[in-house]
């Protein structure tokens, strides 16, 4: 799985807004990487904010 649906899939299974530090404690991946995907994912409306700085799906 490639790490764009790696966060898709940790934010879904989360069931509350998730900041990236979350996301990337429970997928193992680096902070980075994370912030990296969250911005694409913010770019194209795949998640939204509904509190500051966490995020859901859209």
Not at 10 to 26: L, T
């Amino acid at each position: 799985m490639d790490e764009r649906n790696t966060v898709i899939e940790a934010i879904r299974n989360a069931g509350e807004p998730v900041n990236a530090s979350k996301v990337a404690e429970v997928t193992g991946l680096d902070k980075k990487v994370v912030d990296k995907v969250f911005a694409q994912l913010k770019k194209d409306g795949t998640i939204v904010s509904p509190i500051r700085c966490k995020y859901t799906l859209a």
